[in-house]
């Protein structure tokens, strides 16, 4: 690394042996480098330093200790260094970001963050790394992540989970928009900047799909104003961009991301909700083309409620069985609507038995755990026609140990409680 005059520290040299002791000039210029020296042993024959103590406020050396442990670099190296030596520590400090701050690291640091490999899982320290990326180099990898962050998670389930700890805050849709978009254009990141969404054409995918979700959201939140045809629309190209040809596989073995899987779903949902043009037809092509192993609770239940929603608008015994196998299927996976459908099939005796024990059983479940309102709104018609109540919803209670009838309606806020707490006689 060549130096300039400003980079030259001066060293007073020892008369008896020739080797070097710090004046003042090297002393500080070691200190505005983030490296304080407690003591050194003034015989200049044996001028090696004793200990080394770091600033924590001061960037440089922190930098060095958030990308290797303190152990390794700056006990085991920094102590055995002479007093003349010191110099090329500055040198290397002031070029450290320059030259170890390389995408791959960078990218792979967040990522370790992130999943918690050798440490504790920590979004908001890899969000930091992501950024620090993002900012240098731009790469494609990062700015989705950074997107994804930036909307709950975006289309990944994973991603949503392992950043369930940073606060409502984080959420930004115009930042995420701003940063998908760069990940989507950012088309020459160097091969080793891709650490968890390798190949390139998955993290690109992946970009696709988290823009398209960010869209939506934004139409949606904007309560579906002038400007919500356009967003929607936008949605729907990029979903079709990556429905437009076959799943990019991942480099790994157990894939972080599936793009396409995600925007088959994603797309179905929007179909279902008139956001995008298409027949429940439609719907059930998207999910069935995604193979069985490869699907979700989301999958199944989507698959479950479009053949609900056919049988009931022209009965069919293959659609009503197909509706109660994908249903079960999408409740074993505890896809949180699947129990309310569940019930419905129950008592309806669509492609199942009719049992109205069982219906009520799974009514409790949603409404319990799940706070479907659905549920809620059904145990309201029993609570308003009653008592008595039906003796199968008093069977199925007995899921529910220790709780009565009426107790489970307040829980629910159904009815009030009409216990009292006045002792008086």
């Not at 024990?357 to 026609?385: K, Q």
Request: hydrophobic share 40%; aromatic share 6%.
């Amino acid at each position: 690394m060549t130096r300039g005059p400003a980079d030259s520290l001066d060293t007073v040299d020892s008369a008896p042996t020739g080797e070097t002791v710090p004046n003042e000039a090297l002393l500080g210029a070691l200190a505005k480098a983030g490296v304080e020296i407690d003591a050194f042993i003034a015989d200049v024959a044996a001028a090696d330093l004793r200990r080394l103590r770091r600033d924590p406020n001061l960037p440089a050396v922190r930098c060095v200790e958030d990308l290797f442990p303190e152990t390794s670099l700056l006990k085991m190296v920094l102590h055995c260094l002479r007093a003349r030596e010191l110099e090329s520590i500055v040198c290397v400090n002031r070029g450290f970001k320059e030259n170890c701050y390389n995408a791959r690291l960078l990218t792979g640091r967040a990522c370790m963050a992130l999943t918690g490999q050798d440490c504790e899982p920590n979004a908001a320290e890899a969000r930091k790394w992501y950024r620090v990326c993002a900012d240098m180099h731009g790469t494609r990898e990062a700015l989705c992540m950074l997107g994804g962050m930036a909307n709950e998670g975006g289309a990944s389930n994973k991603l949503t989970e392992l950043i369930s700890s940073l606060s409502e805050e984080a959420v930004d849709l115009d930042e995420s928009e701003r940063c998908l978009r760069a990940a989507i254009a950012a088309d020459d990141s160097h091969p080793g900047s891709y650490v968890i969404l390798a190949p390139a054409d998955n993290a690109l995918d992946a970009a696709r799909v988290d823009l398209a979700m960010t869209l939506a959201d934004k139409a949606c939140r904007g309560g579906y104003g002038p400007d919500a045809p356009r967003l929607l629309a936008e949605a729907g190209v990029l979903l079709d961009a990556v429905l437009d040809h076959a799943e990019v596989p991942s480099v790994h073995e157990v894939p972080f991301r599936c793009p396409w899987r995600e925007a088959a779903t994603m797309k179905a949902q929007m179909i279902k909700r008139g956001e995008v043009a298409g027949t429940p037809h439609d719907i059930l092509a998207l999910i069935e083309a995604i193979a069985p192993d490869d699907r979700d609770g989301c999958c199944e239940h989507w698959l479950a409620d479009t053949y609900k929603t056919l049988d009931e608008e022209n009965p069919n015994e293959e659609h009503a069985r197909r509706a109660f196998e994908h249903m079960s299927r999408a409740y074993k996976a505890r896809h949180p609507s699947s129990p309310f459908g569940m019930g419905e099939l129950a008592e309806r005796g669509r492609g199942t038995e009719a049992r109205l024990d069982r219906a009520y059983y799974m009514y409790l479940v949603a409404a319990f755990h799940c706070h479907d309102e659905r549920a809620v709104a059904r145990l309201t018609e029993v609570y308003a026609a009653g008592p008595p109540y039906p003796p199968e919803l008093i069977e199925a209670l007995g899921g529910f140990p220790e709780i009565t009838v009426e107790e489970a309606f307040v829980a629910l806020g159904i009815a009030a409680d009409s216990s009292s707490d006045d002792d008086s006689d």
